[in-house]
């Protein structure tokens, strides 16, 4: 509050009613007196000016948390008085009474807490204590069962939990919440949960790595140079084995666990299938190897019509079913792309795969090739991961397999969610996985799977093995010695 000190006013104005001043160093101008706006206004500024504190600020009376912590406590056993008399020669002011009894109920607070389980700080829960609880519960049960738990399993489990209990936020903002990666973070860091995957040795290049590089290259380019072979017209071809139990590698387990089982990971059923993906991009159909001696052996799915669904005995590729995928889906493919570039059928084609038996012993799918003038060069052995576009970064064989270990861990999380719900005892709950069950089911997710892989740009793993960079240059080189 400001105040004045009073001056004898004009005696055309009404004495005004001031308070007495209390500035010890300096009269203030009281603006009452002024009828001038503009001296009013200064005298206002003066009057604050000079009531303002000047000087260096005093500390604060500053008290530790765990000092405050100790005060609160013995005044809650002890009552607030004897918790003041006890404490105040360790205080540097005065304690009162009503700081002491803060303490106190601070102190309570904390013992309530940690009887529910609430957080004394920090920001509310997204979902809400109860929603949260449910989604942890499930996740609990889940690992316990040696399920995996991903970023695709929280998701599926949250949305259930956001649905069933609170269906108008879910339709509000559920799948936002979702999109989210800090939520599922955030998760998992409350659980006490970190990522895990098993190890194994990593896998080592040869010593004359760069110069089976190079030589490669050079087979590749020279090819190419020779017959003006266009993008559309090289091919990788490959074969990958994908479980019919397709489980993640990685999950989430208590931080320090020394064992992480995952449902599945032993699991030794699988199909193989085989890719293949052209300079310029395209990913063409693939052949799916089921292991038996007759089509009864395939699933009990109708698959897209241009795929090559076929088995032998033990789900391998043979030299008679690369020669089945050759007839079926490699000449099909450049015999089409041939029309489709106005290009004669004689003109050459190129073809790349590894060392596999049934690749490089297989006279039959030689002849075949060159009778359908197209060319082949092998990969150099144990360089695939560095030259195989198909099994490079960004390439198809390791996207599809992601993709399908999303879609087994949402089933798997949503089938044992179902049995939680009406099992009265939850450690007793299975998931059936036996062939009968997963066949068709993972059929769908192969399909499902390709379809989306068929969504990304495949140029990009071409350029990851230097493939396409050596093409470029050297058709540039070709370019400037035209010119």
């Not at 609170?166 to 998760?187: C, P, V």
């Not at 084995?241 to 993640?248: A, C, L, N, R, Y």
């Not at 360089?383 to 198909?390: H, N, V």
């Not at 599809?400 to 939850?426: D, G, T």
Request: hydrophobic share 35%.
């Amino acid at each position: 509050m400001d105040r004045f000190i009073v001056r004898t006013p004009r005696s055309n104005l009404p004495k005004p009613v001031v308070a007495t001043p209390s500035t010890p160093d300096q009269d203030l101008p009281n603006p009452n007196l002024f009828n001038d706006p503009e001296t009013a206004r200064d005298a206002n500024e003066a009057a604050k000016a000079a009531t303002m504190k000047s000087g260096k600020r005093s500390n604060y009376n500053v008290v530790s948390l765990e000092l405050k912590a100790k005060v609160g406590k013995y005044a809650a056993e002890s009552g607030v008085t004897r918790a003041r008399r006890h404490f105040q020669s360790q205080i540097p002011f005065t304690l009162k009474h009503s700081t002491v009894h803060g303490w106190k109920n601070e102190h309570l607070a904390r013992l309530r807490n940690a009887e529910d389980g609430t957080a004394r700080t920090g920001r509310p829960l997204l979902l809400g204590k109860e929603i949260d609880d449910k989604i942890q519960q499930h996740l609990h049960r889940l690992r316990s069962q040696g399920g995996t738990v991903n970023g695709a399993v929280v998701n599926a489990v949250t949305r259930v939990y956001l649905k069933k209990m609170d269906r108008a936020r879910y339709q509000l903002e559920g799948e936002e919440i979702l999109s989210k990666r800090s939520f599922f973070q955030s998760l998992m860091r409350r659980m006490g949960f970190v990522k895990q995957k098993g190890t194994k040795a990593a896998k080592t290049l040869p010593r004359n790595f760069d110069e089976l590089r190079q030589n490669f290259f050079t087979k590749i380019g020279s090819l190419v140079k020779a017959h003006e072979i266009s993008d559309q017209l090289v091919v990788n071809f490959d074969q990958t084995g994908i479980s019919i139990v397709p489980t993640s590698s990685y999950t989430v387990e208590k931080e320090g666990a020394r064992q992480v089982p995952v449902i599945g990971k032993d699991d030794k059923r699988q199909i193989t299938v085989v890719f293949a993906v052209s300079l310029a991009g395209e990913l063409l159909p693939p052949q799916l190897i089921y292991g038996g001696k007759t089509d009864a052996c395939h699933p009990k799915y109708r698959f897209l019509h241009n795929w090559l669904i076929d088995h032998t005995d033990n789900h391998w590729s043979t030299a008679a079913s690369m020669v089945r995928y050759a007839h079926s889906i490699i000449i099909p493919y450049v015999c089409a792309q041939r029309l489709k570039l106005g290009l004669s059928q004689e003109k050459v084609a190129l073809v790349i795969f590894d060392t596999y038996n049934a690749h490089r012993h297989n006279d039959q799918l030689h002849q075949l090739l060159k009778d359908n003038n197209i060319e082949f060069v092998y990969m150099p052995a144990a360089c695939t991961r560095e030259l195989q576009p198909l099994d490079a970064e960004s390439g198809p064989n390791a996207i599809f397999k992601r993709l399908l270990k999303a879609k087994f861990s949402v089933w798997y999380s949503q089938e044992l969610m179902e049995k939680l719900h009406i099992s009265k005892e939850p450690q007793d709950i299975t998931v059936p996985l036996s062939l009968t069950v997963l066949k068709p089911l993972h059929a769908a997710w192969v399909e499902e799977a390709f379809v989306n892989l068929q969504k990304h740009d495949f140029k990009v793993c071409w350029s990851n093995t230097g493939i396409s960079s050596f093409i470029d240059d050297m058709r540039h080189t070709m370019e400037v010695i035209i010119d």
